[in-house]
């Protein structure tokens, strides 16, 4: 059972656009929602992390919307750059230090 | 800060050989320490939760006996697959949680790809 779901599977966005990409999940204990970022070969970096208390969080060019009725969370990639291509992952636990769920990911390709 | 490590960081052996990977959390120290698979363009697998002196917690459907786990230290944890087969080729990725009060966020490892010809 799948308990994070992620869209789009893959993103084509031109350089300077918005990047968009919607998690929904169905465990409602779930508390702490992290997004990752992942390069080819390489180990997942976490971006940023939200909580369901807030509806909104900005770190730089990195957004994650929340809605808690509705039990969805996305993030948004402002001024979207060829360096931001890769995958990205959402995620969820029930605390923050505790195991992370995560979503299947999302392959984002800027174009220059 | 918060920097893990793993090695090798590649690794082909042949089928019925044993390998082992090691996680370093390099400048903290880890109660917990999480070991993940990923194939290709896929999502990572929770493999196993281990905390440090403790035997580690398998998810449902992980061999634990094909799958060895020693989290000796609070900077060393290591997976050794044994007997590996060809289906047992894939991308290995550990991570740890520092040990400050209430637990840490998890940091990940480089990851390890392991090949069984």
């Known amino acids: 059972q799948q308990q994070v779901k992620q869209s789009p599977q893959s993103l084509i966005v031109q350089k300077g656009g918005i990047s968009i990409i919607n998690c929904a999940y169905e465990n409602t204990a779930f508390d702490y929602f992290p997004w990752y970022q992942q390069f080819p070969g390489k180990g997942p970096a976490l971006l940023i992390a939200i909580r369901p208390d807030v509806s909104e969080k900005k770190e730089g060019r990195f957004t994650i919307s929340f809605n808690k009725s509705a039990k969805q969370f996305s993030l948004h990639i402002m001024d979207s750059q060829p360096g931001d291509s890769a995958t990205y992952f959402c995620a969820a636990s029930i605390g923050r230090y505790s195991t992370l769920t995560f979503g299947k990911g999302t392959m984002l390709l800027v174009s220059p | 800060g918060a920097v893990v490590s793993q090695h090798p960081s590649w690794v082909i052996c042949k089928s019925g050989t044993s390998v082992k990977i090691e996680c370093r959390s390099l400048?903290?120290?880890?109660?917990?320490m999480f070991w993940y698979r990923q194939f290709p363009k896929q999502s990572l697998m929770l493999m196993a939760t281990s905390n440090e002196g403790s035997k580690a917690t398998y998810e449902q459907g992980v061999e634990k006996d094909k799958f060895l786990i020693n989290h000796a230290s609070l900077t060393l944890s290591t997976l050794t697959v044994t007997s590996a087969h060809p289906e047992d080729s894939s991308f290995y990725i550990c991570?740890?949680?520092?040990?400050?009060?209430?637990?840490?966020?998890?940091?990940f490892g480089p990851g390890t790809r392991l090949t069984v010809t």
């Open positions: 400048d903290f120290q880890a109660t917990t």
């Open positions: 991570s740890a949680s520092p040990r400050v009060a209430g637990g840490g966020e998890q940091y």
